[in-house]
């Protein structure tokens, strides 16, 4: 039997490697990055086979390297992803999305009532427990969590 | 010179404890002397962006007792508001013409945003159903007039706790006082779990009953809230739980002497009016502490107090 494993999703000479998304979030963490309107390559490949997961998803975005607030977005619905920055086909850094106490801009607070649905405010949250997700508004002080996180377009 | 000064004061928790008991000392001046004219060089905005009684009265009285002009509108109707203006350009407009404003606004976390682009202080008068923090002063100082003290004390929270802000704030400025909570509620509205946990992360107790019976022979306060029919999506429910959380003077038997009953208003029939003649009743003179409490927030935050 041929043991030798093939490469599912080429690999690129620049850019990052988003690994081990949960298969359910891939396609939210394209669309969450902006991905759909990505002028270079952007390969996707989900239900892959995983030493760390059972199946996984990932995404390789050609000539990109994420911004802080992007690694943030990453976090909040793919904790576990590895973020990995390749240069002429060399890993050169290794990153864990890592959730961040703070977060601004992004996220759109859930309750109905906040001022930040109403008026053109930048959202701002405290992260106040990083494992449930859930996150404070500051401005109404209402928690938006995991089930009713949304993204500001 | 009090640390208050220049300060907004949007949530409960923007102050310290011995700034709450500073505001309640100044307040306690006030009681004593209410018509100070020290305010007489000073212009006070009270934006009302929804109707209010007590509070936008009491506001405006205290800002008149103590010789403050105000500006301002009790219903947006007929401002550039109706026009379409932002709460923004309001704010930044409004801060240029006054020393202070005073905001009530349906909008959660207006008070907040107002705070931020206005170059004046910002009172919270009611943002939605957020936060109160007047009202919540004006029960602290209630409490310890009628107590003596705001320590160790047995508070009984009655009616629509899941939605009332009022209950919400007072629980967590008591949870700096090593209260004890006694929670009446149908248990369609008891007490958000967030609030609890305060309550626990202060390493505070707190005893949760159905009828308000239970709690009268151990509470030094009595705060009661309306349970409003609205809040029940079967009819037949509210019906079966709603005397639950009334209170008759019959009830009142083998209180504390020193039990006091407080009310944030308006009541409608959870304190049946026989009460009111009783030595227990305070939800009058409640209201009323609410002026003194305005005019030592207002002058603390102007600093001339």
């Known amino acids: 039997m041929d043991t030798k494993k093939e490469l599912v999703v080429p690999r690129i000479e620049n850019g990052t490697v988003i690994d081990h998304i949960p298969t359910e979030v891939v396609y939210q963490v394209a669309h969450i990055l902006g991905l759909e309107k990505y002028e270079d390559e952007v390969l996707i490949g989900n239900y892959l086979s995983s030493q760390k997961f059972i199946r996984k998803g990932i995404i390789k975005v050609k000539n990109k390297y994420f911004t802080k ?59 106040v427990d990083k494992e449930n997700l859930k996150l404070r508004c500051h401005y109404c002080e209402k928690f938006t969590t995991k089930e009713t996180i949304r993204f500001c377009e | 010179m009090s640390t208050l000064k220049g300060r907004n004061l949007i949530s409960i928790t923007d102050f310290s404890k011995d700034e709450y008991i500073e505001v309640l000392d100044i307040a306690e001046e006030f009681e004593k002397n209410p018509k100070q004219k020290i305010l007489s060089d000073k212009v006070v905005a009270t934006l009302f962006f929804e109707p209010s009684t007590r509070t936008r009265l009491s506001f405006e009285s205290a800002a008149n007792q103590l010789g403050a002009r105000i500006i301002g509108f009790s219903d947006p109707g007929g401002t550039s508001v109706q026009k379409g203006e932002s709460l923004h350009d309001t704010i930044v407009m409004v801060s240029s013409y006054a020393d202070l404003i005073v ?75 090593n209260a004890t909570f006694h929670l009446v509620s149908p248990q369609e509205l008891k007490l958000p779990s967030s609030v609890k946990m305060s309550v626990k992360n202060a390493g505070l107790k707190y005893y949760q009953y159905t009828d308000i019976k239970d709690v009268i022979p151990v509470a030094d306060i009595i705060y009661m809230t309306r349970v409003q029919r609205e809040r029940f999506p079967d009819p037949l429910e509210y019906e079966r739980v709603k005397d639950s959380c009334i209170l008759t003077a019959s009830m ?29 009743a305070y939800y009058f003179r409640q209201a009323q502490n609410g002026v003194y409490v305005r005019q030592a927030l207002m002058a603390a935050i102007l600093g001339v107090r």
């Open chain 2, 103 to 177: 905001m009530r606004n349906p909008k959660e976390g207006s008070s907040r945003y107002a705070s931020e682009v206005s170059t004046v202080p910002v009172i919270n008068a009611g943002d939605g159903a957020n936060q109160h923090p007047t009202q919540c002063m004006l029960d602290l100082y209630s409490i310890r007039k009628t107590q003596g003290r705001l320590d160790n004390l047995n508070i009984a929270c009655v009616g629509d706790l899941k939605y009332g802000r009022t209950v919400h704030s007072l629980v967590q400025a008591m949870c700096n006082f």
């Open chain 2, 252 to 280: 009142l038997k083998g209180c504390k002497d020193n039990m006091r009953v407080l009310h944030p208003l308006p009541r409608v029939n959870e304190i049946t009016v026989d009460v009111d003649k009783t030595p227990y």
């Open chain 1, 69 to 127: 607030e992007e690694l943030s977005k990453i976090s909040l619905v793919a904790p576990m992803a590895s973020i990995i920055n390749i240069k002429n086909y060399e890993v050169v850094e290794k990153l864990e999305a890592e959730i961040p106490d703070h977060i601004e801009n992004f996220i759109k607070c859930m309750n109905p009532m906040c001022i930040t649905n109403h008026e053109k405010i930048a959202t701002k949250f405290d992260v």
